[in-house]
């Protein structure tokens, strides 16, 4: 095989390994926004939940098990290999949704989100680490952005949810179970065709291959920590907007749980498709310009998040002003910073650490960003059963937006070599 046939076929078994992980990716966010679409029915059919902060608790629960457990995830990918890690987390996550649809009580609910938080939280540092190994930094972010489009479209499918809760002939729980029934097929054949990558090795990485000398080695690079931070701050406002934005809608503008379901998902995803795609191309582009180029994506899309985090404010202004349309309206810029954000933060770690790091520092991103989400999800809950308006609150979260800009900017990547 000549050198240039094998680059072909390296090439094509990247955007394999992609294509593969799309229907994953998809699965993994369509479990979570299920529960956000039917907040309604769930609470109904399951009267111990009894309050917001309760339900607020819950979206919590499965985000500080999940926190805990994503850097645990991350080292396995890096020790053991992405793809038996990621074929188990899917197995393992779909068997917990079916046994959603079957909970009665309040208790089995906390019960099972945990276990979707265990199972779920080794597949993102997993499959983001996977892609970067097949994926030079020639097509990086746009890989990335179109396995992150998968999440996307996920979050949309799950915003339809309302519309099944509603249907008496289907029921909130008809949908946990056939999700569940779905992920559990789909990971055989994803066993059977997906492969680990060569990692380069990089001159001049760090050869320990301990876990605690990988952790030590994360934890003393200060680029990282700041990464980290950046990627904290703006997730307090996503994950609200994602598991609360459905009955925000439903209550402040009276509509009914399938509109508000929509409303809240659909239009603000396809945003962030859009705003995935072109950072995508902007990023390997401007990379080719400036080691900056990612980095200086991902700082706009943040700016972009912070228009629209003090639109939401206003659209949700107090007196019962602001409209569902501007509400929407707002929804779709923070979608398009998002997708520039969200597909550059796997780029970027890639910049300011080696391979074998990589997977786990993701994990350790996902255990702080998603453990502080879920305290803005019990506190959201929490500050609307005391009436604090809602136009304050997303004022504070533009705050904390601005705030990741200036930390994006204060990154300085290493020089990477040629594949890495």
């Known amino acids: 095989m000549t050198e240039r046939s094998a680059r072909r076929s390296a090439l ?4 394999l390994v992609v294509a593969l992980l799309w229907p994953v990716a998809l699965l993994n966010y369509l479990d979570r926004q299920l529960m956000a679409s039917m907040k309604t029915s769930v609470m109904e059919s399951i009267p111990s939940i009894g309050n917001d902060e309760n339900w607020g608790y819950m979206l919590g629960q499965f985000k500080w098990v999940y926190a805990a457990v994503s850097p645990l995830g991350g080292l396995l990918a890096d020790r053991l290999g992405r793809r038996w890690v990621i074929c188990g987390s899917l197995f393992v996550w779909s068997a917990v949704t079916w046994w959603t649809g079957h909970v009665t009580s309040y208790q089995e609910l906390l019960w099972a989100r945990s276990a979707m938080g265990i199972s779920e939280a080794c ?69 059977l065709l997906l492969r680990d990558g060569v990692r380069p090795t990089v001159e001049n990485e760090d050869r320990g291959t301990g876990i605690f000398s990988t952790l030590a080695a994360l934890l003393a690079n200060p680029a990282f920590i700041l990464l980290v931070l950046y990627f904290t701050l703006p ?22 749980q399938g509109q508000a379901g929509v409303s809240a998902t659909l239009y603000w995803q396809l945003a962030a498709i859009a705003g995935a795609a072109a950072g995508g191309w902007l990023a390997d582009r401007w990379m080719e310009r400036s080691q900056r180029g990612r980095i200086n994506t991902s700082a706009l899309g943040m700016t972009l998040i912070v228009v629209a985090l003090f639109g939401t404010a206003l659209a949700f202004g107090d007196g019962g ?9 707002a929804l779709v810029v923070f979608g398009l910073g998002w997708g520039l954000f969200d597909i550059n933060n796997m780029p970027i770690l890639c910049q300011i650490a080696p391979p074998r790091q990589r997977a786990t520092g993701y994990g350790l991103m996902n255990m702080v960003s998603i453990a502080c989400g879920g305290l803005a999800d019990w506190g959201f809950g929490g500050l609307r059963d005391r009436g604090v308006p809602l136009a304050v609150i997303f004022s504070g979260f533009a705050t904390c937006a601005i705030v990741s800009v200036i930390l994006v900017l204060l990154i300085r990547p290493r020089h990477a070599t040629a594949g890495d």
């Open 12 to 15: 094509t078994t990247a955007w």
């Open 123 to 191: 597949y993102i540092p997993a499959a983001l680490a996977l892609i970067a190994d097949h994926h030079t930094g020639a097509t990086r972010s746009r890989a990335v952005g179109l396995h992150q489009m998968a999440i996307y479209c996920g979050v949309i499918l799950g915003g339809f949810g309302g519309y099944v809760a509603d249907d008496p002939r289907l029921g909130w729980r008809s949908a946990f179970d056939a999700c569940g029934i779905v992920g559990m097929a789909y990971a055989l054949p994803l066993a």
């Open 235 to 256: 997730a307090l406002a996503g994950w609200v907007v994602r598991d609360w934005m459905p009955s925000i809608l439903k209550e402040r503008f009276a509509i009914g």
């Open 321 to 329: 002003g602001g409209s569902l349309g501007a509400a929407i309206a």
